[in-house]
């Protein structure tokens, strides 16, 4: 067989495993023409924690995995034989011993696998043989519910894994007449998946079964190290119709490095598809909050999620860590490690982030990181804000990246004397400002001003004859507060044909709960006119416009 050394798989496996044999050899399969030993397979219960079959949310997998090391753990430490005895190699999380033979010493076997399960000689009361075999099986065989046999060939069997491949050339020496025997142990609710995949072997193809059987024989074939029937699988799983349900539990897959590239495509997809269902988390947020950790990165990895700010994300990580992992050590582990990142700092308003300094779901020392890395990113010019941007590349979740808010980001500089004023920045992409034709409108995030909160909003209107559409600017108030505030504004905007804002309008209002005022023309030509290429209010794609805004006293 011709390896392509160029696929990343060959690259992994030169001997070629991952790509199968391509040939149909299911005439064989349980044939005693074709084969050349017989594997015994002995079929347990179920541990009482496990399900049958395929867990059905990726929780389940997780919760399975760990019960499954736990075990291991404590099988481990009644096995006394010595480490270059041990063999890892299927289906169970245990132990199996290998010995060649009466006469001689056990031969050393120390080949790690991925399935990391355990063998030990075949004997009829179920312990340790000491007659010379070929057979392996489980340590406990007296718990055993059944016991199948199935003809089989080593040789098509070791060409497509490499876990078949180590177990047939352990260095075993039989007569020729002896019947050699191989034995696993299996748990009942993998019987099914074993079976299809021992048949998938020998043909290279899967009969018409269920999503959740797929999924099953899928994660056999990981334990198996299967990778062809691992890509297989995956790429019937991509062609069936993508539910919450089934992407989260593709992204809890046991996987190992051995598989990654197999699995990857399947894995994109269940990413694609939450991000793409979840893009506004405000009308999912039961669901949202419900989803396992790694479908919960998915959604907050995407640059267009809608919420209304950074601010949201931030409360969204908060909510959802506490209600998985209620105790503090715990949250503060998985918030660092898992889902810190998901935050985008930067964007977040500084009466937030001056939150988090204090908020005890953090390590202080992470909360500061954050905090001044967000407060330096806010305080850097345009030019270097794009630098860092570009500097994280092709990151999976980037920090950097402004998301689709409904709010727009804005930067505010305070004064308290000789009086109280504040000047606030906001800039907007034309892509923004062409989606506000023919009468949108785009709100910034909230500021504080005089102890009362405010927010800018850009506005395409007609004018008071309804002739033209222009480009306009407003100022309200929030209804919390005061009854009335009066403040003095200047608008402005930066232009290709100045090296500073030129100021558009001015002017000064008392403010009542939830009102506002504004000029409907801030640039004064029409909406055409503004958002044509070429227009002198767009530098680099963006329009640039500033508020100066006093508390009048």
């Known amino acids: 067989m011709k390896n392509d050394f160029s696929d990343p798989l060959t690259k992994m496996d030169p001997l070629g495993y991952g790509s199968g044999t391509g040939s149909n050899f299911s005439f064989a399969y349980d044939n005693a023409a074709f084969s050349d030993r017989i594997l015994t397979i002995q079929i347990v219960p179920n541990s009482k924690s496990d399900g049958e079959g395929c867990s059905s949310t990726a929780g389940d997998l997780d919760r399975k995995r760990k019960r499954r090391r736990e075990e291991t753990?404590?099988?481990?430490?009644?096995?006394?034989?010595?480490?270059?005895?041990?063999?890892?190699?299927?289906?169970?999380?245990?132990?199996?011993?290998?010995?060649?033979?009466?006469?001689?010493?056990?031969?050393?076997?120390?080949?790690?696998?991925?399935?990391?399960?355990?063998?030990?000689?075949?004997?009829?009361?179920?312990?340790?043989?000491?007659?010379?075999?070929?057979?392996?099986?489980?340590?406990?065989?007296?718990?055993?519910?059944?016991?199948?046999?199935?003809?089989?060939?080593?040789?098509?069997?070791?060409?497509?894994?490499?876990?078949?491949?180590?177990?047939?050339?352990?260095?075993?020496?039989?007569?020729?007449?002896?019947?050699?025997?191989?034995?696993?142990?299996?748990?009942?609710?993998?019987?099914?998946?074993?079976?299809?995949?021992?048949?998938?072997?020998?043909?290279?193809?899967?009969?018409?079964?269920?999503?959740?059987?797929?999924?099953?024989?899928?994660?056999?074939?990981?334990?198996?190290?299967?990778?062809?029937?691992?890509?297989?699988?995956?790429?019937?799983?991509?062609?069936?119709?993508?539910?919450?349900?089934?992407?989260?539990?593709?992204?809890?897959?046991?996987?190992?490095?051995?598989?990654?590239?197999?699995?990857?495509?399947?894995?994109?997809?269940?990413?694609?598809?939450?991000?793409?269902?979840?893009?506004?988390?405000?009308?999912?947020?039961?669901?949202?909050?419900?989803?396992?950790?790694?479908?919960?990165?998915?959604?907050?990895?995407?640059?267009?999620?809608?919420?209304?700010?950074?601010?949201?994300?931030?409360?969204?990580?908060?909510?959802?860590?506490?209600?998985?992992?209620?105790?503090?050590?715990?949250?503060?582990?998985?918030?660092?490690?898992?889902?810190?990142h998901l935050i985008r700092f930067p964007y977040m308003t500084c009466s937030k982030l001056r939150k988090v300094l204090t908020c005890n779901d953090f390590d202080p020392e992470l909360a500061s990181k954050n905090v001044l890395g967000a407060l330096f990113f806010k305080a850097e010019a345009p030019h270097r804000q794009r630098l860092l941007v570009a500097e994280e590349g092709n990151a999976s979740c980037s920090s950097f990246v402004e998301r689709a808010y409904k709010f727009r980001p804005i930067k505010v500089v305070n004064f308290e004397l000789p009086f109280q004023h504040c000047i606030v920045y906001l800039d907007l992409k034309r892509q923004e400002c062409n989606n506000l034709f023919p009468a949108g409108r785009i709100y910034?995030?909230?500021?504080?001003?005089?102890?009362?909160?405010?927010?800018?909003?850009?506005?395409?209107?007609?004018?008071?004859?309804?002739?033209?559409?222009?480009?306009?600017?407003?100022l309200s108030m929030q209804e919390k507060g005061l009854e009335t505030f009066t403040v003095d504004f200047d608008f402005a905007a930066l232009t290709t044909l100045s090296e500073d804002y030129l100021s558009r309008y001015k002017g000064s209002h008392t403010f009542t709960r939830g009102k506002g005022d504004g000029f409907r023309n801030l640039v004064g030509i029409p909406w055409t006119t503004f958002i044509a290429e070429g227009s002198v209010y767009f530098i680099n794609g963006i329009l640039r416009v500033r508020a100066v805004l006093t508390v009048r006293q």
């Open 444 to 474: 910034s995030q909230a500021f504080h001003l005089g102890g009362q909160v405010f927010h800018l909003s850009a506005h395409c209107n007609m004018d008071q004859q309804n002739s033209f559409h222009w480009f306009g600017m407003f």
């Open 73 to 340: 753990s404590k099988q481990n430490d009644v096995l006394t034989q010595r480490e270059d005895e041990v063999l890892n190699c299927t289906m169970l999380d245990t132990e199996f011993l290998a010995y060649e033979n009466q006469d001689e010493e056990a031969v050393a076997i120390a080949e790690e696998s991925s399935s990391g399960v355990e063998m030990t000689t075949d004997h009829p009361g179920g312990g340790v043989a000491s007659k010379s075999t070929d057979s392996f099986t489980y340590l406990n065989s007296a718990a055993a519910l059944s016991v199948k046999t199935i003809r089989i060939n080593s040789a098509i069997l070791a060409a497509q894994s490499p876990f078949f491949y180590k177990l047939f050339s352990n260095g075993m020496r039989e007569s020729e007449s002896e019947k050699q025997l191989v034995t696993v142990q299996i748990y009942a609710s993998e019987e099914a998946a074993f079976i299809k995949l021992l048949q998938f072997m020998y043909s290279n193809t899967l009969s018409t079964i269920t999503a959740t059987a797929m999924l099953d024989v899928l994660m056999a074939a990981d334990k198996f190290e299967v990778a062809s029937c691992m890509r297989h699988c995956s790429r019937l799983l991509l062609n069936l119709p993508m539910t919450c349900e089934s992407a989260s539990l593709f992204l809890n897959l046991p996987s190992s490095v051995s598989i990654t590239d197999a699995v990857q495509p399947l894995l994109d997809a269940a990413k694609q598809f939450l991000a793409a269902h979840f893009k506004d988390i405000t009308k999912f947020q039961v669901e949202v909050l419900n989803l396992p950790i790694a479908g919960f990165e998915a959604v907050l990895c995407n640059d267009d999620l809608q919420v209304a700010s950074e601010d949201v994300v931030y409360d969204f990580v908060l909510k959802w860590a506490r209600t998985h992992y209620p105790n503090l050590e715990e949250r503060r582990e998985i918030l660092g490690s898992r889902l810190c």
